[in-house]
T-cell receptor, first 110, second 117 residues
Framework: EDKVVQSPLSLVVHEGDTVTLNCSYEVTNFRSLLWYKQEKKAPTFLFMLTSSGIEKKSGRLSSILDKKELFSILNITATQTGDSAVYLCAVVTKGGKLIFGQGTELSVKP | SAVISQKPSRDICQRGTSLTIQCQVDSQVTMMFWYRQQPGQSLTLIATANQGSEATYESGFVIDKFPISRPNLTFSTLTVSNMSPEDSSIYLC??????????????FGPGTRLTVL
């Protein structure tokens, strides 16, 4: 059975800290891995990763994929209170179907 | 990225009734999907909305409970039928953008928060 596992499930840090969120997966027909940020209802797209070892970067956020070890990490440096959200990892499989992890709830304290 | 709208944004319904949720995209897209997010849970795929044919449902979801329409490449509806409190969730549509890239990104609509009393 396809599965995506994220860790930790929740995390509390202070502003300025650096955090690393983990996502491991076991799926058949892997196409790509996506990271989303969810604050209220709709997940907002962060990154799409398709190749191992190539870092994607956007401001203070970065992510990388390891297709041999079947995991990805999302790094956030110099965290701000506005980074508080649930971060979702999803694997795209055959037919475009997304399989989501449980999410990591990040809380950044002032 | 595609601009996706959903209506209604939220609703409170009585058990036994049905609600139809609309999803509109500002451009033609190849793939449209419907997801459910129950309270405190992650997202689960309900079905793939196929243009011009019946939707493809995931295990645990059936057409009688969640009928889906997709009359064209920019619009889809999801109906939650004969609702019970267990159907209280956020319902989200997502689209996979068309293009020449082999790997396409997926974007989500703003979601519909449904509460069933």
């Amino acid at each position: 059975e396809d599965k995506v596992v994220q860790s930790p499930l929740s995390l509390v840090v202070h502003e300025g800290d650096t955090v690393t969120l983990n996502c491991s997966y076991e799926v058949t027909n892997f196409r790509s891995l996506l990271w989303y940020k969810q604050e209220k209802k709709a997940p907002t797209f962060l990154f799409m990763l398709t190749s191992s070892g190539i870092e994607k970067k956007s401001g203070r956020l970065s992510s990388i994929l390891d297709k041999k070890e079947l995991f990805s990490i999302l790094n956030i440096t110099a965290t701000q209170t506005g980074d508080s959200a649930v971060y979702l990892c999803a694997v795209v499989t055959k037919g475009g179907k997304l399989i989501f992890g449980q999410g990591t709830e990040l809380s950044v304290k002032p | 990225s595609a601009v996706i709208s959903q209506k209604p944004s939220r609703d409170i319904c009585q058990r036994g009734t049905s609600l139809t949720i609309q999803c509109q995209v500002d451009s033609q897209v190849t793939m449209m999907f419907w997801y459910r997010q129950q309270p405190g849970q992650s997202l689960t795929l309900i079905a793939t909305a196929n243009q011009g044919s019946e939707a493809t449902y995931e295990s645990g979801f059936v057409i009688d409970k969640f009928p889906i329409s997709r009359p064209n490449l920019t619009f889809s509806t999801l109906t939650v039928s004969n609702m019970s409190p267990e159907d209280s969730s956020i319902y989200l549509c997502s689209v996979e953008t068309a293009g020449v890239k082999r790997y396409n990104e997926q974007f989500f609509g703003p979601g519909t928060r449904l509460t069933v009393l």
